[in-house]
């Protein structure tokens, strides 16, 4: 059972992309993860297109305007957790040390939204839903199914999350990571970024899950995206490869062994 229609607090739930060629995006997603899109309206003629998969809302898109574009705005993929209270969760992660980037606003009747940034550099959006929940499936094919945030401080990056939403941690063996717990259901990584990564900022990434690694990497390099990362193995997990798409915003596409259930409903 994949279908989802309730997220606990402290649950990844939604992932959006701010694409500064939407257009383009929106073409190389639905033919990498076949999706479908619902174009709804947001005025001045630009649209949010909302992924559908097999009836369900699954990921989301908008065009960044051009006056963002020349602050420095580049296209990124968003990770939202959902909160019970946006508004007392925003004020709990800056006392906590976060740089809150957008304070609380309301998203039509959808629900409401805030972003801020980790004290290790990291952004999330935290979602308190109204009539949009997030996802309607995780961990099949066309679906989110991991985040995981890499930082070059670990140690701090775990307590604050720890601290803002009760999260838990297990350590890998011999390894910089550490997988999330909410409310005793796996919810992502947390990995450390050393020397080897060059200079790159702490950034969250969200994973889709696809049918066959090797199909959908093909699909990437014909479709006019780009394999940042190759095919790799994540032990009694998968096969995965990090991914940008023509307008050069970064995700992760993975072949799942065994897909998790979704059972909290």
């Known amino acids: ?9 402290g649950t990844f739930s939604w992932a959006d992309c ?7 995006a929106k073409k190389f997603y639905a033919n990498l993860m076949g999706w ?7 005025g001045d003629g630009q649209f949010y297109y909302m992924f559908q998969n097999d009836g369900e809302s699954v990921a ?16 990124r993929w968003n990770n939202y957790i959902t909160v019970d209270d946006v508004d007392a ?24 939204m805030s972003v801020v940034q980790d004290p290790t550099g990291g952004a999330i959006a935290m979602w308190q839903a109204n009539n949009h929940i997030g996802s309607g499936l995780v961990n099949t094919p ?33 390894m910089d990571y550490y997988l999330i717990t909410n409310n005793g259901r796996m919810n992502g990584g947390i990995m450390g970024l050393n020397e080897a990564w060059g200079n790159v900022s702490s950034e969250w990434i969200v994973y889709f899950s696809v049918a066959n690694i090797e199909d ?25 490869a990090i991914i940008s798409d023509p307008a050069d915003a970064h995700c992760a596409i993975i072949q799942l062994l065994q897909p998790q259930s979704w059972d909290l409903n």
């Open 216 to 240: 959908a990497v093909e699909k990437v390099k014909a479709n006019g995206g780009k394999v940042v990362n190759g095919i790799s193995d994540a032990e009694g997990i998968g096969r995965f």
């Open 89 to 112: 969760m925003t004020a709990k992660a800056k006392e906590l040390g976060a740089t809150v980037l957008e304070e609380p606003f309301d998203v039509f009747d959808s629900g409401r």
């Open 142 to 174: 066309g679906a989110m199914t991991w985040n995981e945030l890499m930082t070059s401080d670990t140690t701090k990056a775990c307590k604050f999350y720890e601290e803002l939403f009760g999260w838990t941690f297990q350590k890998m063996e011999n």
């Open 18 to 24: 701010s694409s500064t060629n939407a257009a383009e």
């Open 60 to 75: 989301g898109l908008g065009q960044i305007q051009p006056a963002m574009q020349e602050q420095g705005m580049s296209s």
């Open 36 to 42: 479908n899109s619902n174009d709804l309206p947001m």
């Open 1 to 9: 059972m994949f279908k989802v229609i309730k997220y606990p607090q």
